[in-house]
């Protein structure tokens, strides 16, 4: 019964004369899809976060009782980690708080701790018994597990997503780079990596190339994990960097055509070692999250964009990615739909079967694939939950691409692409008040978001007829996503000065208002017109200018970059003028 009526609820997406919603369409429902809401406890417990309905569920998995629903209004809960006592810790990503409970199976609250405006990634460190957090404002908290205020925060790179433990090491990631960097027991960075560049034949290359083949470059790193034997896993997204047409079906790509820009990959890091691009495992869009089973032998990747999960033996992470016609979205009959829904999530029990979770059903689903055990339907309390807006961002197209490969958490993958007969174009971020940014895109040609879907999702990236449902629920759901938390201010006098230097060097005159633009088409000196950004959250959103051309804030008023004075008077001003502009920027 469950099954048929969230496929009722997906019917409403069907196109007719009379469709459902009405022009007053549904509240919205739903967050955009982020991964890694599952953690399965020592012992057997599961715990959920569900950022859709702000609650935490725990789960005993082997009675299938609902022990706990505990709400947190307004906090969107993420990643979960425990302790060493058995303590279990969630970031709160709009609540800035880390939630401590006594254990998986209680609901009983020890502690609600400030940390930072976002925090997204969590670790526990058995040499020190404490609890690390990043930020997706680029501080690394850290906290006694046991309790109290943060014992330490150190600023490193914005963007940071995951942070785990490896060796005894601490590694923190970037979500859109997929940068991975290596910290010592002072907080500095001492290394850095990355997953490796890939050749992908089939595309037409966007630079000069000897070989015909295409960079793939990494990007988007969804999830980060250290294996039992210490390496580390990342689930992450890469960027074919070809040339994409806007005509029908202009995105796709590889040797068969049907390929998209986009694909998903794993990477294995093992240190001492270069990284290695590893052959798929998981074929569709959105590797949102990664598991590997407790004994070494299994590892599971959750892929929103086709509700799949895949399952293999550790044994596949020997076979390196060495196909340059290899398509991100191969035949995968193979792999396995429980029909839920999109899976968010992926833990393992201690005995080495599969936990899945399914937020629309919502359900967790647990799949006896060591002990042989029939998979086994545990639903959640809670109706069914269901957007149509949300469900056309998340779901993949016939090229393996959805509309969230390129805006991850419905903001942006801080790439630039190269379009034929158009020129480089960094991707725009969505959040932050998408209804009042129209008209859409860099020279301002979709005059509103139905537009929009209609030229990019159905015609360029392959996704069929639109429908009226998903038009009509797709703004407002959008529309609910906040703009990123600012940098945090460190000299609060600099940025009052650097309002002044804005002000006056005419930054105003175009942004200006609630959301920092006036959604008009100016010549600032750099090619022709574009359409003037909102600034609000402007610090998340590097590389800066339509082409990407600044990778700093502070590029963009040196170098040629920003048009020069047709971009606001900058000319004249000091370098400490322009450290002051810079620090008012970090601050909207």
């Avoid at 955009?32 to 057997?44: A, Q």
């Avoid at 997204?237 to 040797?255: A, E, F, I, N």
């Avoid at 895109?441 to 209609?454: R, Y």
């Amino acid at each position: 019964m469950m099954k048929t009526a969230l496929l009722l609820v997906t019917v409403l997406g069907c196109s007719s004369d009379d469709e459902l919603p009405s022009e007053n369409p549904p509240p919205t429902w739903g967050v955009p899809i982020s991964g890694g809401n599952l953690h399965v406890t020592r012992d057997g417990a599961a715990v959920v976060t569900d950022p859709d309905r702000d609650r935490i569920l725990m789960v005993d998995l082997a009675t299938q009782n609902i022990l706990a629903e505990v709400p947190v209004p307004g906090d969107e809960p993420g990643r979960i980690v425990e302790d060493g006592a058995g303590r279990v810790h969630v970031a709160l990503r709009r609540g800035g708080a880390v939630l401590t409970f006594a254990n998986g199976r209680s609901p009983e609250v020890l502690a609600r701790r400030a940390v930072c405006a976002e925090p997204r990634g969590l670790a526990w460190q058995a040499a020190t018994d404490q609890v690390h957090v990043a930020c997706a404002s680029g501080e690394l908290v850290s906290l006694l597990a046991s309790g109290g205020a943060p014992v330490r925060t150190k600023r490193l790179d914005r963007d940071l997503r995951d942070v785990v433990v490896s060796n005894g090491q601490l590694v923190a990631t970037k979500f859109r780079s997929s940068e991975l960097m290596t910290i010592d027991a002072q907080g500095s960075v001492v290394t850095r990596t990355s997953p490796p560049i890939v050749q992908r034949f089939g595309f037409r290359p966007d630079g000069p190339t000897t070989t015909g083949a295409a960079d793939a470059v990494p990007a988007v790193a969804w999830r980060t994990v250290t294996l039992p034997n210490g390496k580390l896993l990342v689930s992450h997204q890469r960027q074919v960097k070809g040339q994409l047409s806007m005509d029908t079906g202009g995105y796709g790509g590889g040797c068969d055509g049907s390929s998209g820009p986009v694909e998903s990959a794993l990477t294995l890091i093992e240190p001492g070692l270069p990284p290695s691009a590893l052959a798929p495992i998981a074929s569709g869009a959105l590797p949102v999250d990664l598991a590997a089973s407790p004994n070494g032998q299994l590892v599971a990747v959750a892929t929103a964009g086709n509700n799949k999960v895949s399952v293999a033996p550790i044994s596949v992470l020997a076979s390196r990615d060495k196909d340059m016609c290899r398509p991100p979205h191969p035949d995968d009959d193979d792999k396995d739909d429980d029909g839920l829904g999109a899976p968010t999530s992926v833990s393992f029990t201690p005995g080495n079967d599969l936990v899945i979770f399914y937020p629309e059903a919502p359900a967790l689903v647990v799949r006896g694939v060591t002990s042989g055990k029939a998979s086994q339907t545990i639903m959640l309390p809670g109706e069914i939950g269901y957007d149509a807006g949300r469900q056309v961002f998340h779901g993949q197209t016939a090229i393996g691409l959805a509309c969230a490969s390129c805006h991850p958490e419905a903001r942006d993958d801080g790439r630039v692409w190269t379009f034929e007969g158009v020129g480089t174009r960094r991707t725009q971020n969505l959040a932050g008040s998408i209804l009042q940014r129209g008209p859409y895109h860099w020279v301002g040609d979709e005059k509103d978001l139905g537009v929009l879907m209609d030229d990019v999702f159905a015609n360029r990236m392959g996704g069929g007829e639109v429908t009226r449902s998903q038009k009509l629920s797709l703004g407002p759901w959008l529309d609910r996503v906040p703009a990123p938390a600012p940098t945090p201010m460190i000299d609060v006098t600099a940025v009052e000065r650097g309002r002044t230097v804005f002000v006056s060097a005419g930054c105003e005159t175009c942004h200006g208002g609630a959301l920092l633009t006036n959604n008009q088409l100016f010549d600032v000196g750099t090619g022709g017109k574009f359409k003037v950004p909102s600034l609000v959250g402007i610090s998340a959103r590097a590389p800066f200018m339509h082409t990407g051309c600044a990778a700093t804030l502070r590029d963009r008023f040196s170098g040629g970059c920003g048009g020069g004075d047709r971009h606001g008077t900058t000319s004249t001003l000091t370098a400490g003028q322009i450290d002051d502009l810079v620090a008012y920027l970090e601050s909207l």
